[in-house]
């Protein structure tokens, strides 16, 4: 190769290298999930390929499919998310993001993204990343811990019917847990779209979680851009302990906090007030 | 629609027995363009169901990916609650349509016409605009983890098929290990004809799948959807799968015309979340065993349909993988096939085997750019007086598919490829041309295509 023709080459490589940098998604901070670290780079053609008909290919939730789609998918440009371990108002950790992006979320259009490879789901929460300057400006605070859980108890359950009544979660939520109480209609999201309470007879899993402590989390952190609300500061953790015993009771499920409602209800039902306006009370409280 | 084709393809041994006794007036009897390869399953019905993109499912439609396995497998449910029709708005039909207009080429050496009689032959070329048949895609779920399929099609020429129809219970027991399908379906093939992304006459169908000796009284092909009851079940994530299937043994024909015996398939494989590429890497083996009889009962000298008996078994089995080099997927096959000797085409059990690798670029979710060389070897002829290379075949293909705009409601591919397959002493597996007279002649048949695939 001749000198000239070298330089040319040399400079070309250089021309396409900074071509290239142009057009590559702004740097975020670093992802880390475990062991993984997540590049946004190869998460931009994974989230085109899998995420941006609903979110959008500038994340703002403006995807062709968001029209049909209810509720209405995520806007990362608002980088607000609903499940997190990290208190009211902050963003989520890493870990956090992989965790939505693993389970989906019921009920919502948004499925369980598990076949993905692992180092796919943090390239793509990576990717997340880039839509909102939020994550170059601030930090997620540190994840709330969960204490350990008690047994649940019929005394425990009892006062978690009475905290679903005083909390007046039975506003939105129903008196039965239907998701069907007198606000239910009147709820909207962070941008003004109708949303539902969640159901829980619905079934087993919850929008950030299926256990008890995922349950636990998600009335401690609140769902941030929802009309629920963070109890962190209201509940002590026994309390809330109390509460998730009492709501695991309203679903359809064989758990052993149902197993013991059951169990009281059919001799002491006839004591207790319907949840609602000025009920919630009895069962010896 | 690959029913049709392979019907085409089917008399391989009425071909060779006009090797053998040229009969140059044949060619009027089988059609050059006789089809096309598996119109594949790529169903809008879902993308439009669940609002997500065609590439969600599709490695590039209609391949499918890791999440549109995991989709499939879990029966057609995406498992966020709303799988269930009750969710779905009452104007919603789970159904889609899929067709490709199409300009091509097919040409096929060696020959035998009027004007060119044997041995020579000659080189037979057909070119033109043409339309491939439509297939009518209805799957979805009855209720939740009951899934159904029902694939009816309609060909170019007016013949109507039912290229599949199942139910499907998923998650016996709250458990994805268990499912239970029923009717006539793709066996579960780790390289799927169905989802192929080739359609040329040359290109769209492996030899590795439905080869079949000169002379061979068996019918099978892979490729082929069958009918029985499939067990199958997977991981949470579907990296860990495997199927166990019973048949009937008829490829596939309703109404019981073969024996009352059953074939087995088993696949099984695991997928490993190792390296960066779009997908995780997998491996899997599968295998049949299959049974055709040799003898029916008979009035005045007609077989009865389905009283088949005196069966004789053949084999199939091999491996396969699936692995990803950043946006390179790499797909290789090994397999090794043998039918009793009972099953033609002489006194000794023929045998073969066939490899073949697939490399597709995936650029984009909108192109894809692709590329296949296979092979098949016979390792022992029916018929000891038969050359030892005959049958032998040798197939490549390059093309791509180029998909202008990508979103939920329906999907199009431009499509074009290029084809060609060599094989030895035998006509080309396509089911063009009336066959060969030299036992030893190489035959060539070329595709060029240039298609608009498209679906809604």
Redesign the interface.
């Given at each position: 190769m001749r000198p000239q023709t070298r330089w040319m080459s040399l400079v070309s490589a250089c021309g396409v290298a900074l071509l290239l940098g142009s057009v590559s998604p702004a740097p975020a901070q670093e992802t880390h999930v475990g062991s993984l670290t997540g590049h946004a780079t190869a998460g931009k053609q994974l989230y085109v390929r899998y995420c941006a008909g609903c979110h959008g290919d500038e994340g703002d939730a403006q995807g062709e499919n968001a029209q049909w789609i209810d509720p209405k998918p995520r806007d990362f440009t608002m980088a607000t998310f609903k499940c997190r371990s990290t208190p009211s108002g902050s963003l989520p950790t890493d870990d956090d993001l992989f965790n939505s992006v693993t389970r989906g979320f019921v009920t919502t259009n948004m499925p369980p993204w598990v076949a993905l490879t692992p180092q796919n789901r943090v390239d793509v929460v990576s990717y997340i990343k880039t839509f909102s300057s939020r994550w170059r400006t601030a930090q997620p605070r540190a994840p709330m811990t969960i204490p350990s859980e008690p047994a649940p108890t019929i005394q425990g359950i009892l006062h978690g019917r009475e905290l679903y009544q005083r909390m007046e979660c039975w506003k939105c939520h129903g008196g039965a847990g239907h998701g069907d109480g007198p606000s239910a209609k009147t709820l909207t999201d962070n941008k003004d779209d109708p949303i539902r309470p969640y159901d829980f007879q619905t079934g087993s899993r919850f929008m950030c979680g299926t256990t008890n402590q995922d349950l636990y989390r998600i009335f401690m952190t609140g769902l941030d851009g929802s009309p629920m609300p963070s109890f962190a500061d209201q509940l002590k953790p026994a309390e809330a302990w109390d509460l998730v015993h009492f709501l695991r009771t309203l679903q359809p499920l064989k758990t052993p906090e149902a197993a013991i409602w059951r169990s009281w209800f059919t001799t002491h039902g006839h004591e207790l007030k319907a949840i609602g306006p000025g009920g919630g009370g009895g069962g010896g409280r | 629609m690959v029913r049709r084709f392979l019907k085409a393809a089917a008399p391989l041994a009425t071909l060779l027995c006009a090797a053998m006794t040229p009969n140059p007036g044949s060619i009027a009897a089988t059609s050059y363009t006789a089809g096309y390869a598996a119109l594949a399953t790529r169903i809008p019905a879902f993308a439009r169901k669940?609002?997500?993109?065609c590439?969600?499912c599709h490695t590039a439609w209609p391949e499918l990916n890791?999440?549109g396995?995991?989709f499939k497998d879990n029966g057609y449910q995406?498992?966020?609650?709303?799988d269930s029709p009750i969710w779905q708005a009452p104007a919603y039909w789970p159904i889609a349509m899929r067709t490709t207009p199409q300009l091509h080429l097919e040409s096929t050496t060696h020959q035998v016409t009027d004007a060119a009689p044997a041995p020579g032959g000659k080189t037979v070329t057909q070119a033109g605009f043409d339309l491939s048949g439509v297939d009518f895609l209805l799957l979805g779920t009855l209720y939740k983890n009951i899934t159904f399929g029902l694939v009816p099609t309609l060909d170019a020429d007016g013949t109507t098929g039912l290229e599949a129809a199942f139910v499907r219970f998923d998650n016996l027991g709250n458990s994805p290990w268990a499912n239970l399908k029923v009717g006539k379906f793709e066996l579960d093939n780790l390289l799927s004809e169905k989802r192929f992304t080739w359609l040329s006459v040359n290109g769209g169908q492996l030899y590795a799948y439905h080869y079949l000796p000169p002379g061979s009284a068996n019918n099978f092909g892979f490729g082929d959807n069958q009918i029985g009851a499939e067990f199958s079940g997977h991981s949470?994530?579907?990296?860990t799968r495997y199927s166990v299937a019973m048949l009937t043994t008829d490829d596939g024909t309703p109404g019981l015309p073969g024996g009352k015996s059953m074939d087995v398939m088993f696949t099984a494989s695991r997928a490993f979340?190792?390296?960066?590429g779009?997908?995780?890497q997998r491996i899997g083996v599968f295998g049949y065993l299959g049974h055709r009889p040799t003898v029916f009962d008979s009035i005045n000298g007609a077989p009865i349909p389905g009283s088949g008996s005196a069966n004789k078994a053949f084999f199939r089995f091999g491996a396969t993988a699936q692995l990803w080099v950043g946006?390179l997927e790499i797909i290789p096959l090994v397999a090794h096939a043998s039918d009793d000797a009972a099953l033609g085409p002489g006194a000794v059990k023929p045998t073969w085997n066939s490899a073949l690798l697939e490399a597709h670029y995936v650029a984009?979710?909108r192109l894809l750019v692709q590329g296949r060389y296979e092979l098949l070897r016979m390792s022992q002829q029916g018929d000891p007086a038969t050359p030892k290379t005959q049958g032998n075949a040798d197939a490549i293909a390059l093309g791509f598919r180029a998909y202008p705009f990508m979103?939920?409601r329906d999907g199009m591919a431009i499509h074009g490829e290029l084809a060609m397959t060599k094989s030895v002493g035998v006509p080309p597996m396509t089911g063009d041309g009336s066959g060969v007279v030299d036992p030893s002649a190489k035959v060539w048949s070329r595709s060029l295509l240039l298609a608009f695939d498209f679906a809604f």
């Open positions: - | 669940y609002g997500l993109r590439s969600a890791a999440f396995q995991r995406l498992g966020n609650d709303r949470i994530n579907s990296y979340a190792m390296g960066s779009l997908g995780p946006n984009t979710p979103f939920s």
